[in-house]
């Protein structure tokens, strides 16, 4: 392949100054993000190269330049791989910019530490051919020893990729190795939003979500060529990668606790508003009644939070439309929700004014009946979830501005 001239992107529409080629003049484009990899670049490019070569796959070499000072670029352009300069720094960010500039039908993305074996990229190949959109590598089944750190290893991606099968019902054993293929046009229909490390996880977390078919082939990891740090840090990154799941998954991160809480809130407080309850020495009174009515209102909480946080994410394009959630929506307009808000606080309100009055009778002096404070505290709240939905109410109708906006 010859060399080519180094080109600056428009990173704004992706597309490269200076040239009139058109994507999808390659198959493939085999795309590596880069911030001073002069130790390593010039092998990983030269093995991606020999794989295009001996395998006789029409494409390209990529790298997608996050502001490297170390002679990366010169390296990578003088082998003959085309360069692109992304101005916006992060992992993330670097590899959108590539994604935007590629000109292959498919593209395999991987670190430019050559901790990945760029010869080896038949099998994405393969499986994109035959329809996967998305074709992650999995590296448990060959990490070399000192590859992965131990913490990584065994704690860190284990967990995070079995909570990503667990709320995304995704296929796949590795959830962040840095080496997968795709299709090019259906990735950037997702149009990823990520600029940080957790741009790995949105990339799988959103080709789920949109249905896409996702594929999985066995992949090496050894440990990499660099003479400095990498630039992953285990806590801050994993945190991200764990923040983002959570913030994909509504369901797990509110629903399921809030109903959780409410169920078990609302329970108690039934049981417990005729008077005490005996469990065995332990006897379940007031006390154990505002522990329950707490938890009522910390469900009620966590439930609005998930229902205000998915159809956020529902109108700004992070989490796709459904049946059920524009149903929903549909259903629960601003004013029936303000109007069920007003029921309820109706009812909590009785309750609270038959306390109060009963107090009133004995000079709101000691009480003697032990279902007033009961019922007060009941009453209460009550009246505090009628107007936690209530705000809740003008919130939806805050979202709905932007929506009829763009219609």
């Not at 390209?60 to 352009?77: C, K, M, R, W």
């Not at 448990?140 to 290893?153: D, E, T």
């Not at 600029?195 to 249905?211: C, H, K, N, Y």
């Not at 609270?352 to 404070?373: E, I, M, Q, T």
Request: charged share 15%; net charge positive.
């Amino acid at each position: 392949m010859s060399e080519i001239p180094t080109l600056l992107p428009n990173i704004a529409s992706g597309a490269p100054h200076g040239h009139n080629e058109t994507k999808g003049t390659f198959e493939l484009t085999i795309l590596m993000p880069c911030l001073n990899e002069a130790a390593t670049i010039g092998t990983c490019v030269q093995k991606a190269l020999g794989f295009l070569r001996h395998s006789g796959v029409s494409g390209e070499v990529l790298i997608a330049d996050n502001g490297s000072t170390d002679n990366s670029q010169q390296i990578a352009s003088q082998l003959g791989a085309r360069i692109v300069a992304v101005a916006e720094r992060g992992y993330g960010a670097a590899l959108i910019g590539g994604i935007n500039a590629a000109r292959g039908r498919f593209i395999i993305m991987g670190d430019a530490d050559d901790s990945y074996d760029f010869s080896s990229l038949q099998g994405f190949v393969d499986q994109l051919r035959a329809g996967s959109q998305l074709v992650m590598g999995n590296r448990f089944g060959g990490i070399s020893v000192g590859a992965m750190p131990f913490l990584h290893r065994y704690l860190g991606n284990p967990v995070l990729s079995y909570i990503g099968r667990l709320f995304f019902k995704v296929p796949v054993g590795d959830f962040h190795c840095g080496l997968r293929g795709f299709d090019a046009t259906s990735i950037r229909a997702l149009d990823l939003k990520t600029t940080g490390m957790e741009f790995a996880t949105e990339m799988v977390v959103r080709s789920a979500l949109a249905g896409l078919k996702i594929g999985e082939v066995p992949t090496t990891l050894k440990p990499d060529g660099r003479n400095r740090p990498p630039h992953l840090r285990t806590w801050r990154d994993g945190w991200r990668h764990l923040k983002f799941l959570l913030m994909y998954c509504p369901r797990w991160l509110y629903m399921i606790p809030g109903f959780i809480c409410l169920m078990l809130g609302g329970l108690g407080g039934l049981l417990l508003l005729f008077g005490p309850i005996d469990v065995g020495n332990v006897v379940l009174d007031l006390n154990t009644l505002l522990v329950a009515c707490f938890l009522v209102m910390l469900g009620t909480q966590l439930l609005t939070f998930g229902a205000l946080s998915r159809y956020y994410a529902t109108i700004t394009g992070f989490l796709p439309h459904t049946p059920r959630t524009q149903s929903l929506v549909k259903w629960a307009s601003t004013d029936r929700l303000l109007l069920i808000s007003l029921l309820v606080f109706a009812v909590g309100f009785l309750g609270f004014g038959y306390a109060v009055r009963s107090w009133a009778h004995v000079h709101f002096g000691p009480l003697h009946d032990p279902f007033v404070p009961r019922l007060l505290i009941v009453g209460i709240t009550t009246m505090i979830i009628a107007l936690q939905t209530a705000f809740a109410a003008f919130m939806f109708g805050i979202f709905e501005i932007p929506l009829h906006d763009r219609r």
